[in-house]
């Protein structure tokens, strides 16, 4: 008997539960379904819907099809943000995971006393307000006047501009601000899958002579390929949901310059009204953002808990 | 038992007497970025005028909570009673969720009581209605001037006079560089600044051009925007505005260095005189504003005159379907507007009145009633600073900075306000 329930497998005792037991653990998962229906799904499906609708001038709602997708995808802006959401995420994605893992790297293994000093101040930026940091950076910016200034007039350097007033340069200052940000959840995620990582497999890599860069290249970055791929994973959901650094810097601009999904949708639907071509490039993100995250499970795998924690 | 019979009878009768008391007391509700300060004192004179009536207000900053707050309400028809608005495309965008105000206000300020508005005023407040709809759906509070203003004790250091011609304000801006000062702060990552400026050009090259261009009646690129856009990109290249305008804001870094006395020139507005009537500590030149004073753009090209006051409607309120069935909202809104409400603001200093005859009182000194009333006597006279739709400002906004960055040419720019104004105008 007991030989057969462990060859029938979990299928088969899931079938012979009794009608009262399944209806009871359905009514634990309702709680989580019904709070997934009405603040997820509900919503999602709501600007689906109004991505068909285009309003007309005297406020009345008409439905239009694809018109509002055309209208999206026929804008030069779009191909702007598509750009500069390319541009943002092979940079800040690749940077922020070499920054933040080598200060894991060198804070875990190379500092003592100092550990939670060094942790704490690297994370500070991931729990500062957006607000002030966009502050704090449009003044570092700033030429003449500005903190970044002060210290390169003692190498005799004059900003003649702000690089955020640049069109061609604002990008690339937005994504210097944001990796200052992120850099610390980064150095977070290694930490904790330095932390996991088996004692014993290291202490038999030194058994074999591994040391210094050749311990940390061959044994303990393949072992974070977890946090790696987390940080990938969310990296790409985090540079689609771009928008608070952006709106508070630049706007977009200058002239679209830095425009990003986050505040070009925001420009649609709150400051132009047009509610259906902002909902359309809603559900053009979310559509990329599922495309993207499936293609990564797909190709590196779903295993994202750290190796030494996994459950077997 | 007779004294727990007394008890229960007292507790009951005060039970009732304070729920019929709470019943008696209306509330309205009011949402706005209007500063909180004085809006609590606005809310204090009116409760105090109407003690039945208790207004909840909530302040929101205007971009994106206000923004969006307005957007998730109006979709869930949980709109406040009342609602801060800007007259064009933020009025339009709620007219369906707003109560047409013509037939309160006639009853409450006469048949007559449009005129009382300045002219500015009058036109903004109807400004994207559709063709034929003659109501009004905003109740403008509080007008603005937009205008130069200089730090005149800087001014006075440096031996400057406030410029009369382009020459003298290149001269002007040279001299306050040269003195280690920023010339002329332009917040130019803020479109709203650089559409403030833009207008003060084009209404000298001919007046009101920039209403009709938005109406469709003169092309975005006509002569006079044409040379209006070149001259704003002169104030870049120039050196009127300081290095690096494209990514500075005007609030709160520029109005900080400009209140500081780090600053000799700013395209501002009227507003600007409330700095003085900020919580201390202000500075010497903030203080009683004794450190400023204003002009208007000198012509930038021979031939044109300075720049004509260009202004309107600074901040106003609409009533919402809901407000319009609480008949104490409409009270406080008519307060607010053109009463004691606004009178409150007025002594603060927030802005210049919407309706005429109203003026600032209480501690105000000689040199700052001496700027109001410049202001009062050229908001009669004032052109248009608003847009019918938000596309065409956006188009615009999106315009000045290609050219300030120097990626679009004038001509090229103005074409795609053009093309914007068109849609708008065929949406319509």
């Not at chain 1, 057969?4 to 399944?22: D, L």
């Not at chain 2, 933020?90 to 005129?115: I, S």
């Not at chain 2, 780090?262 to 507005?269: C, E, F, I, N, P």
Request: glycine share 8%; charged share 15%.
């Amino acid at each position: 008997m007991r030989a057969e329930a462990v060859r029938a497998g979990p299928a088969a005792a899931i079938e012979r539960r009794p009608a009262s037991r399944t209806s009871t653990l359905y009514l634990f998962a309702l709680p989580a379904t019904l709070l997934f229906v009405v603040f997820i799904a509900y919503p999602i499906l709501w600007v689906a819907g109004q991505s068909f609708y285009v309003r007309s001038g005297s406020g009345t709602s008409s439905f239009a099809g694809l018109a509002n997708y055309v209208t999206v995808l026929g804008d030069p802006t779009f191909w702007i943000v598509v750009r500069n959401m390319l541009l943002w995420g092979v940079i800040t994605i690749p940077v922020q995971m070499l920054i933040g893992g080598v200060l894991a790297y060198f804070i875990e293994r190379h500092t003592h006393a100092l550990r939670g000093f060094f942790r704490t101040m690297f994370f500070l930026p991931v729990v500062t307000s957006v607000s002030v940091i966009s502050l704090v950076w449009v003044q570092i910016y700033a030429p003449y006047y500005g903190i970044a200034q002060e210290y390169l007039k003692h190498v005799g350097f004059v900003m003649m501009t702000s690089p955020i007033g640049d069109p061609k340069m604002a990008i690339y200052a937005l994504v210097i601000v944001n990796i200052w940000q992120w850099t610390g959840f980064s150095m977070l995620m290694y930490i904790a899958g330095i932390a996991n990582l088996p004692s014993e497999v290291l202490d038999a890599a030194r058994v074999d002579g591994a040391r210094g860069w050749r311990l940390a290249m061959h044994v303990i970055v393949p072992m974070l390929a977890p946090a790696t791929k987390s940080l990938l994973l969310l990296g790409v959901i985090g540079t689609l949901q771009t928008f608070p650094i952006v709106h508070l810097m630049t706007g977009g601009g200058p002239n679209r310059a830095s425009e990003v999904f986050g505040t070009f949708i925001f420009k649609q639907s709150f400051v132009l009204g047009d509610t259906g071509s902002g909902a359309a490039l809603s559900v053009i993100v979310l559509v990329v953002a599922l495309v993207l995250s499936l293609l990564q499970i797909v190709t590196l795998g779903a295993r994202l808990t750290p190796a030494g924690k996994e459950r077997a | 038992m007779r004294k727990m019979l007394f008890l229960a009878t007292t507790i009951l009768t005060a039970v009732l007497a304070a729920g019929s008391a709470w019943a008696d007391e209306k509330e309205v509700t009011v949402w706005s970025w209007f500063i909180q300060s004085t809006m609590d004192k606005s809310i204090a004179a009116f409760e105090k005028a109407h003690p039945d009536i208790k207004v909840k207000y909530t302040y929101y900053n205007y971009s994106p909570e206000y923004i969006t707050a307005l957007k998730a309400a109006a979709a869930s028809g949980s709109l406040p009673d009342v609602i801060g608005l800007q007259p064009g495309s933020l009025t339009q965008q709620y007219r369906d969720n707003l109560e047409a105000v013509n037939e309160r206000a006639e009853k409450e300020w006469g048949a007559d009581w449009a005129r009382k508005i300045f002219p500015v005023n009058r036109k903004q407040m109807q400004m994207g209605n559709p063709a034929g709809d003659k109501n009004y759906y905003i109740v403008p509070q509080e007008s603005q001037v937009l205008c130069i203003w200089y730090n005149r004790k800087i001014f006075e250091k440096l031996n400057i006079a406030a410029p009369k011609t382009y020459d003298e304000l290149k001269a002007a801006a040279k001299a306050l560089t040269d003195g280690g000062y920023i010339p002329m702060f332009q917040g130019a990552a803020d479109g709203w600044q650089n559409e403030n400026v833009f207008l003060m050009l084009a209404n000298q090259f001919s007046p009101g051009i920039v209403d009709k261009a938005q109406a469709g009646e003169t092309p975005w690129t006509a002569p006079e925007l044409v040379e209006a856009m070149k001259a704003w990109k002169g104030l870049f290249d120039d050196g009127i505005f300081q290095q690096g305008a494209l990514g500075a804001h005007a609030y709160p870094t520029g109005a900080q260095l400009f209140a500081q006395g780090k600053v000799g020139m700013m395209a501002l507005g009227s507003w600007w005189m409330q700095e003085s009537k900020f919580p201390p500590p202000l500075s010497e030149y903030v203080q009683n504003m004794d450190g400023f004073d204003f002009f208007y753009m000198p012509p930038v090209k021979q031939g044109n005159p300075a720049s004509p006051p260009v202004g309107g409607i600074d901040i106003g309120y609409g009533l919402t379907k809901n407000g319009g069935k609480n008949p104490a909202a409409w009270t406080f809104l008519a307060e607010l507007t053109n009463g004691a409400g606004l009178q409150e603001a007025l002594n603060d200093l927030n802005d210049l009145p919407a309706f005429d005859g109203h003026s600032p009182k209480g501690d105000i000194t000689d040199h700052v009633k001496e700027m109001s009333t410049r202001f009062m006597t050229d908001l009669p006279k004032a052109e248009n600073q608003r847009f019918a739709s938000p596309a065409v400002a956006e188009a615009l906004d999106n315009a000045l900075a290609g050219v300030a960055a120097g990626s679009t040419e004038p001509e090229a720019a103005l074409a795609t306000v053009q093309a914007a104004t068109e849609k708008a105008l065929a949406a319509q």
